[in-house]
């Protein structure tokens, strides 16, 4: 005869789905399962608390985004300028935003259509593709430095008699990119269309002129005549292009 279990309780409460299990071990069980079901609700909240620690001690992106300024000296148009500026500001943001000298254009900010052509240490440069602080202490030259008070510089003259611009955005860029590189021409530097490379000397032609201004982009299409405007300045009487 096979031992029986009776599992008395209340009318109230609700009978057990078996009566042939030992009171000790089903209380076990109970504790068990209450036990388990405690831990898995506290674990999201466990999980989420360490979640939240780990979150506050990682940097935020805006502390991540945030580099102390830095000193700079840039040497514009033969004044000094003594900034303190974040070490991403490019040159020409710099130019425009903090010194105020718009007269550098930001066309396509990538590089591609010369509009903010300046001269550093008689070489032409994309200011949109070069940082501030690459420049501490060059002689940067800007088209507002170029005219010498009242009296506009040679190219200056040759591109308003020419009628070498239309909306004149990209003006500037062309002048300050025309001046570096008749220097060019003047040093015999060769092109990609240059005849002979071994020549000591190179030609002042149109193909030149257009090869050399090739990074200098007019959405206009006034080409002929900034070609037109550069040899006449070229050819100015005492003009020191």
């Known amino acids: 005869m096979p031992k029986e279990f009776v599992y008395k309780h209340s009318p109230t409460e609700a009978p057990k789905a078996s009566s042939n299990v030992a009171p000790d071990r089903g209380r076990r069980n109970f504790m068990q399962s209450a036990m388990w079901a405690a ?43 003594q900034l303190s500026l974040e070490p991403r500001t490019t040159l020409l943001d ?15 900010d990538r590089g591609q259509c010369g509009a903010c052509t300046v001269i550093i240490d008689g070489q032409r440069i994309n200011s949109c593709l070069s940082l501030a602080v690459m420049q501490d202490g060059k002689a940067i030259q800007t088209i507002e430095g170029l005219a010498q008070g009242e009296n506009l510089h040679p190219l ?49 032609t149109d193909d030149e002129i257009r090869e050399r201004m090739s990074g200098n982009i007019c959405r206009c299409g006034a080409y002929q005549n900034i070609v037109t405007a550069i040899r006449q300045a070229i050819v100015m009487p005492h003009s020191e292009t």
Do not use: W
């Open 94 to 108: 710099a130019l425009r935003e903090t010194i105020g000298l718009t007269g550098t254009k930001k066309g396509c």
């Open 156 to 204: 200056q003259v040759a591109f308003i008699d020419c009628d070498a611009l239309q909306c004149g955005y990209c003006t500037p860029g062309q002048i300050c990119s025309a001046k570096a590189m008749l220097d060019e021409l003047r040093a015999n530097t060769a092109s990609a269309v240059t005849p002979d490379v071994r020549l000591l000397s190179v030609s002042f």
């Open 39 to 81: 831990t898995a609700a506290a674990a999201p909240t466990v999980m989420a608390q360490s979640q939240n620690t780990v979150e506050k001690s990682r940097p935020s992106d805006a502390e991540l985004l945030l580099v102390p300024p830095q000193p700079v000296t840039l040497n514009i148009n033969g004044m000094r300028h």
